[in-house]
């Protein structure tokens, strides 16, 4: 079965300074892998996407994400980070099993504090 | 377009007290899906239907019902709510069914709290 583990539960960075968000998976298959994110008191957005093409997947708001299938990992980066980056931010894994594929399968999340 | 959208925002029921959550998209997506999210445990799969006509459940479906009334609307019903049931109820939607690789598209949340 497939699993996601979120290393950090908080990460706090100053504003202007990278950011580094940690996720392993774990998987049977060549998965796909999503980062979602979701602001106070509001839904989640898709931030990218890894579907088994180019591992370095670049998405909105300048984040990107290395699929490394060595390290079983698919960390989010930011070369710098901006107030309006603070949010939770969500590793997720797809389900490739059977009729439930398709579902998704969320990591605990990583809250991300920027301070000016 | 709206996207995703959920009612209510916001309800308060106490113990052993029915509702129905209702959702509903405009996109002509073929999946929906039903999560909660609590605390420090991501979301969490309740219910979901791959197409009109079909719904199976998730991780945790427990104390709960639904109906895919047709393609648009995907309920979500507590015939007796539980405080355990206290939480924030997403309803996602995707293109295709059944598909790895597909976005999922969220709704704005709905806050539950049980007494």
């Known amino acids: 079965a497939q699993s996601v583990t979120q290393l950090d539960s908080h990460v706090s960075v100053s504003e202007g300074t990278p950011v580094l968000l940690r996720c392993n998976y774990s998987s049977s298959y060549s998965p796909s892998l999503f980062w979602y994110v979701q602001h106070p008191n509001k839904g989640l957005q898709l931030l990218l996407k890894?579907?088994?093409?180019?591992?370095l997947v670049k998405g909105i708001n300048g984040f990107e994400a290395e699929f490394k299938k060595s390290e079983t990992s698919f960390h989010l980066t930011k070369p710098s980070a901006h107030m309006s980056d603070a949010a939770e931010y969500f590793c997720?894994?797809?389900?490739?099993?059977?009729?439930?594929?398709?579902?998704?399968?969320f990591g605990k999340g990583t809250k991300l504090s920027v301070k000016p | 377009n709206a996207g995703v959208t959920q009612t209510p925002k916001f309800q308060v029921l106490k113990t052993g007290q029915s509702m129905t959550l209702q959702c509903a998209q405009d996109?002509?997506?073929?999946?929906m899906y039903w999560y909660r999210q609590d605390p420090g445990m991501g979301l969490r799969l309740i219910y979901y239907?791959?197409?009109?006509?079909?719904?199976d459940k998730g991780e945790v479906p427990n104390g709960y019902n639904v109906s895919r009334l047709n393609k648009r609307e995907f309920s979500l019903r507590l015939e007796s709510a539980a405080p355990s049931q206290t939480s924030v109820y997403f309803c996602?939607?995707?293109?295709?069914?059944?598909?790895?690789?597909?976005?999922?598209?969220f709704g704005p949340g709905t806050r539950l709290t049980v007494l």
């Open positions: 996109m002509n997506h073929n999946s």
């Open positions: 890894y579907t088994s093409a180019a591992t």
């Open positions: 239907s791959a197409s009109e006509g079909t719904t």
């Open positions: 997720v894994v797809s389900d490739l099993d059977g009729g439930s594929q398709g579902n998704l399968i």
């Open positions: 996602a939607s995707s293109p295709l069914a059944a598909s790895s690789t597909d976005t999922q598209y």
